[in-house]
Every structure is written in C-alpha cells, then in structure tokens.
C-alpha cells in the first residue's frame, strides 16, 4: 500500500479523514503537531487513536504561542456564546499552511504523495484556511516547492475528504467505517479531567453533528 | 512606516534581505526559526545582527529534526566536495512553505502584509522552494489563506529581493546599504569556535561572492 501522511489531531473529524485515507487504498502515516495547544488532552488523545487504528504516529514540536494572536494558543479567552458570524478569536493565524507545510515535509521523506487535512467548508467555524481556494492554493504550491515534485518523482495531492461535508455527513461517514468516536477529543476547553465543556464552538458543532447524523453522542461532557 | 516581516538567520542573504526591507520603506521585523539546527551559533548571529540593525528579532521554535531527510537537521552528512548538480543533500524537505507559514502567521498578528524572504535562483545550490514559481506560489496561497487577506484587510506580498542577483550582486548591494557582513554566520559546519569551514557549499559560495564583487572577505575561517 502506498503511504499518505494525515495531518492528525486525534479529533472527530482527523480520525474520520485517516478512516477514508485507509478507505482510499493508502497506508496512513498520522503528523499530529504540538503547537503550543492550551491542553496537552488533545495529543494523548491522539496517541490513543491512532494506536488503535494501528496508523504510525509522529508528532513534532512547534511553539506557535510564540506567533500569537489566538485563544487556542493562550492569547486569548474561547468564546462559550455560540457560534457567531466571522471569523473567531480560535483562528490561529496560519495555522493550516504551517501545518501543510510539515505534512508536506513528512510526505517527501516518506516517498509519500498523498496528504490528507480534515478541514471542512460547511459547519467551518469561519476559519479561512478551511476552504477549498485554500486547499487548491496548498497543492499548486506543493507542486513547486519539494524536490521530489521539480525532479518529476512525485506529483502531491491534497485530500480534503471532509471539505463539503456537514459535521452530520462527517460522523455518518466515519461511523460506516467503524471510526471509535467515544475516543475522539474536540472540546478547545476541557475540564481537568479531560470531560469536554460542552459550550465552546468545536464541542457544540459536534453535538449538534451526533443529534443530526441520528447517531448516539458518546462524548464525555463536564458536569460543571 | 508600515511593518513587515523578515525571514531572518543572521546569514548573509537574509541580513541584506532586512537592509533592502528597510531600504524600501518598511520597518523589519525579524523572524528566525530554531529549526533543529546542528548549531545554534546560527542564531547567535541572528541575535548580534539583528540587535546592531535595531530590527526586533521574534524566535520560534520548530523541532523539524523530527520530519528528517536533512544533512541540515542532523540525518545525513554536510558535503564537502564542492557544490554540485541536483538538489543537496543539505535540502530541507518543504522548509521554506513552513519558515513562509510562519512568517505569513507573524505578519497577521503584526496587520504586516509584507514578507521578506532572502531566496535566490542564481547561486541558489538547487533548492527548490528557491525558485520564482515558488514564491509565486506561496503569495497566491497567502491570500486565500488568512483571515485578514479573507476580510479584505490585507493584500500579501511576498519579497524576494535576492531573487535575480549572484551572490556578488547581493554583496555589491548590501555593502552599499551598510550591511555589518563581518558579523553575518554562513557556514553549514563551523568549528567549535565557530569559524566556518570554507568548505562547504554555503562557504565556497560566499567566499566566491566576496571574490567577484571585489569586497574583502571579512569571514573568519577555521584553520583546520
């Protein structure tokens, strides 16, 4: 099986994209980055994941706390008000190009072509590197700024297999290919325990995902 | 005067890359990347020259090491045979997407829409995120990619002043905007003292630079 590299986070939808990268014929190599994330929760999640879906896992090092401008790296307090219009305080700036840019990295020592993101352009969140002009910008790039592409030994894909899905279709999707959502972690605020808030935007995204997709919500929430 | 950002080691291409930055109006703000060097005397210099050309200087950690496939990041051995056809082995594979991305993340947390990265096609040793289709590439991908460029808050530009010039020329034309070259760090190898080897292709280009602008070589290299 050809390798694709997975950018990896250990929640609802990552997990479902490295499901439909298996799915897709590929054997999966899963890049989770630990980028100064509030809660370490999110990587042992991660970790847990994909051992049981027996997908070699590397994680890397960044502190993006030291770009700034986000609540997700510390900057800033996670809205519990509701989904609004706009774009969040959690945006990190850039994130998903830096992102790329390792999966990409990863991918060409790997002899791999394929990357796979979890981003998705419906119930987004309003982040802009979510969308497929993003997705389409990300490839073309890809194209010209590896080795392996300008010697002719590799032609890079971006599979943004979730990008017009509904966080519905996503947990329908994965729940046909038998994704352990009950070990999945989305919540950007949990408590100390790991029990998602329940109130911020990811946790009630996928809440709403679960009610829609009729399928039982097997997330742990916090009693507080 | 507006800011922008400077991709920024202490090296010779990126110290003349932040004089034309400023050269052309802007105030430069640094940016280095402790990427899992095999000397931190790197960033010694990018700290020295940066604090003498009274720029800010942001550092950020990356462990690219992890990602491998580098003689740079400590995979693989430092050629010292001369600077070759193809791409070396001192390629750092997607390096310049990521040190972009994070640039590109910088400057939105500054409302900076410039970018400054001292990239060359000439005496560039066969890297390919060197190359105009490269930074091209990314500048279309910048502009999809951020909520500022989404919003209609910023339009991206990526810098490539070097991009056209030898390495005399970029000498040439830092020698006349002042450029401290005696403090600027080359060497992929240095000592332990941290002289440069004047082996490497980093320092056979250099010292082939100083040569043909006809500017003495202020480099102080090892005797070994």
Same mark, same amino acid.
């Given at each position: ?14 997990t479902?994209?490295? #499901? ?5 014929? @590929? &054997?999966?190599?899963?890049?989770? /980055? ?22 070699p ?9 030291? /770009?700034?401008?986000? #609540? ?8 519990k008000?509701? /989904?609004g ?8 700036? #850039?994130? $998903? ?17 394929d990357?796979?993101?979890?981003? $998705? ?15 389409? #910008? @990300?490839?073309?790039?890809? $194209? ?15 599979? &943004? ?6 966080? &519905? ?9 038998? /994704?352990?959502?009950?070990m ?14 329940g ?9 709403q995902? @679960?009610r ?13």
């Amino acid at each position: 099986m050809r390798p694709a590299v997975v950018l990896f986070s250990g929640g609802l939808d990552s997990t479902t994209c490295l #499901a439909v990268a298996r799915e897709d014929g @590929f &054997a999966p190599h899963a890049l989770a /980055v630990r980028y100064g994330q509030r809660h370490a929760r999110e990587l042992d999640a991660a970790e847990r994941v994909a051992r049981m879906l027996g997908a070699p896992l590397k994680i890397v090092s960044l502190d993006l706390r030291a /770009v700034g401008g986000s #609540a997700l790296t510390g900057d800033l307090e996670v809205p519990k008000d509701g /989904v609004g219009g706009g774009i969040p305080v959690t945006y990190v700036p #850039a994130r $998903n190009t830096v992102l790329l840019g390792l999966a990409l990295g990863y991918a060409e020592t790997l002899d791999a072509q394929d990357l796979y993101i979890g981003v $998705n352009a419906i119930d987004y969140s309003g982040y802009p590197d979510c969308r497929p002009a993003f997705v389409e #910008a @990300f490839e073309k790039l890809a $194209n010209v700024a590896t080795a392996a592409a300008v010697e002719g030994r590799a032609r890079y894909r971006v599979h &943004a297999p979730l990008l017009q899905l509904s966080k &519905a279709q996503i947990i329908e999707l994965g729940t046909r290919l038998g /994704v352990p959502y009950a070990m999945t972690h989305s919540c950007y605020d949990p408590d100390p325990q790991g029990r998602a808030c329940g109130r911020c935007d990811s946790c009630r995204l996928r809440a709403q995902g @679960f009610r829609e997709a009729g399928v039982p919500d097997p997330t742990v929430y916090s009693p507080r």
